[in-house]
């Protein structure tokens, strides 16, 4: 038995479908009870449960082998993984899967990779097997900006530099392969598309999929920050991601990483295919 939390997720839903199609028994874990006849409907084991409830947790373990660990970025997510570490050793999971994101580490200088690498190394000291996906820039952040896309026919870009996007169905394919696969454990993974693209880049892939002019415009720190917020973001957590962002400038999210070609032996997937894949988001 495989437990996802948050099978509802951007990375957890289609991690579902992956570990599915392989045949794995999945345990899909989610806070909202509402959600749990579409995941059982998909054909697994549906767990309401809660990261602020430990002993939710400890359900979501029980005869577990393998557990994917994610939660949102939130001020709370070092205590919700600890907990759920807890509750996995407690249950005698063996290996733990981990979501963070690229460059976490303790030599880490950011807020967001010190936060995740806490994690990493708590996980580590637990004695469990474990297995770090560490995502760049998600793919699918771009349909936060779809209904403003569509209306003003521009793409606010808040990074200013190359960023080599991955679409979250390729860490999810990943993270299938740890769960599933021989020789993950004690590998950090870090995982990227296969190309940097700046905002001019992205504009441009709009433009070509939607047959309309779709043109960047640089989005100010305190703007983003401030968008993040009207969203619902915690104000803090809103913080690191305009710190994170403020690195692309200088070229520091460019870098390309191998693994998910390495570890599928197929290449990542591009940007041009997810905007296309999505175009009916973008033109509504
Ligand atoms: N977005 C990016 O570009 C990016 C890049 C690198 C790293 N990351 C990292 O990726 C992680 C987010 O991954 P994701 O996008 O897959 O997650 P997500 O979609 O933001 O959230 C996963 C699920 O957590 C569940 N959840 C929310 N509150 C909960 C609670 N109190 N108890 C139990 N479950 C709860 C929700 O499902 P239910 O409503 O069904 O409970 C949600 O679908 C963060 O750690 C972030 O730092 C993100």
Redesign the pocket.
């Known amino acids: 038995m495989i437990t996802v939390?948050?099978?509802?997720?951007?990375?957890?839903a289609p991690l579902v479908d992956a570990l599915l199609a392989k045949g794995a028994q999945v345990r899909a874990?989610?806070?909202?009870p509402a959600?749990a006849t579409d995941l059982t409907t998909r054909g697994c084991e549906a767990v309401t449960?809660?990261?602020?409830d430990a002993a939710s947790l400890g359900q979501a373990c029980a005869g577990a082998e393998r557990i994917y660990l994610?939660?949102?970025?939130h001020l709370n997510?070092r205590r919700w993984k600890a907990d759920a570490i807890k509750a996995a050793k407690t249950a005698g999971v063996r290996h733990v899967v981990l979501?963070?994101?690229?460059g976490a580490s303790p030599k880490a200088g950011l807020t967001?990779g010190k936060w995740h690498s806490e994690t990493q190394e708590l996980l580590k000291e637990s004695g469990l097997d474990w297995t770090f996906v560490q995502?760049?820039?998600?793919m699918q952040?771009l349909l936060w900006q779809a209904d403003s896309i569509v209306k003003n026919g521009v793409y606010y870009d808040d990074l200013g530099g190359p960023v080599s996007w991955i679409d979250?169905r390729d860490i999810a394919d990943v993270a299938a392969e740890a769960l599933t696969g021989a020789d993950h454990a004690g590998k950090a993974y870090g995982l990227t598309g296969p190309e940097a693209l700046t905002g001019e880049d992205i504009a441009a892939l709009l433009s070509e999929v939607t047959g309309r002019s779709i043109t960047s415009a640089p989005l100010a720190p305190e703007d983003a920050k401030a968008a993040m917020v009207a969203n619902g973001m915690q104000d803090e957590v809103a913080a690191a991601m305009v710190e994170l962002a403020s690195i692309a400038p200088k070229g520091y999210l460019g870098g390309i990483e191998t693994t998910v070609s390495d570890v599928l032996g197929r290449p990542a997937r591009r940007f041009r295919d997810f905007v296309a894949e999505n175009r009916d988001a973008f033109v509504k």
């Open positions: 939390f948050g099978a509802t997720g951007t990375t957890g874990v989610t806070s909202d959600k449960a809660n990261f602020n994610v939660t949102p970025a997510m979501a963070t994101g690229l967001f995502p760049t820039y998600f952040n979250a």
